[in-house]
């Protein structure tokens, strides 16, 4: 069975290389559900790690509905991973009715040449999983990864099950909640992958913060947060 680590950092990645994952998700902000990483760590990874490496290609948190300005970042970077010899890239687009932007995702896997794809997790907000395994199938999606449209992998399990049962090309991957308690779950319902961050928080610092740099109000599914035009333009005016 593969296990695939979602690594936050290049230490992530080194201890999940360490570990004998088999290979890695690179990306940054865990916390948001992940974003594409910078190209520092693009580089240190690409130097330093052995193992396959796929790269998240999410240009912001939030939804996973792009504006043609953040869909050209995306394959910008894409083409940089390309260029760099990553093995893989993790990416895709929703409409805002919750279907597959079959388009959009259609550039992403064309930007992406000979490098595997895989679907990440916006496959858990389409309405119908059936129709876009069949629609990502037509892509040329290597993977799905995919909680099974629930909170945790293990409490979709019966649709991951499903989907599996129904997938002829592309492999699902479970993702979301899976730990050493749970791994023979999926691996005895017969899935060749999953996939998992392995977290544990290290502390680094001798004492509390005095004030949190963290902000919960800018954590939104179904909003993005923008630059408001009127906001600076307030601040410019009263300044002048």
């Known amino acids: 069975m593969l296990i695939e680590v979602c690594a936050n950092s290049l230490q992530s990645a080194l201890n999940a290389q360490k570990a004998g994952a088999h290979r890695i998700e ?10 594409t990483p910078s190209y520092g760590l693009l580089k240190a990874v690409r130097d330093k790690i052995s193992i396959p490496v796929h790269v998240l290609i999410r240009p912001r948190s939030g939804d ?6 953040e869909l050209k970042i995306m394959k910008e970077n894409i083409a940089l991973c390309v260029e760099m010899g990553f093995e893989g890239i993790v990416s895709g687009v929703l409409k805002t009715d919750f279907s597959l932007d079959v388009d959009k995702t259609k550039e992403l896997i064309e930007a992406s040449g000979n490098l595997k794809f895989t679907f990440h997790r916006a496959f858990d907000w389409v309405e119908d999983p059936f129709e876009t395994l069949f629609q990502l199938e037509n892509l040329n999606v290597d993977y799905i990864l995919t909680s099974g449209q629930q909170k945790s992998a293990t409490e979709g399990i019966e649709l991951l099950k499903k989907l599996q049962a129904k997938a002829s090309l592309c492999t699902i991957i479970p993702g979301g909640g899976v730990r050493p308690e749970n791994i023979m779950d999926f691996k005895n319902s017969g899935f060749k992958a999953a996939h998992l961050s392995g977290t544990k928080f290290l502390r680094t610092l001798p004492g509390n913060k005095r004030v949190s740099m963290n902000s919960p109000s800018f954590l939104r599914d179904g909003e993005i947060a923008l630059t408001d035009s009127e906001i600076i333009a307030n601040v410019v005016n009263r300044v002048k």
Request: hydrophobic share 50%.
């Open 64 to 69: 996973f509905t792009y504006f043609a300005d």
């Open 26 to 35: 690179l990306c940054s902000e865990l916390a948001v559900g992940g974003i």
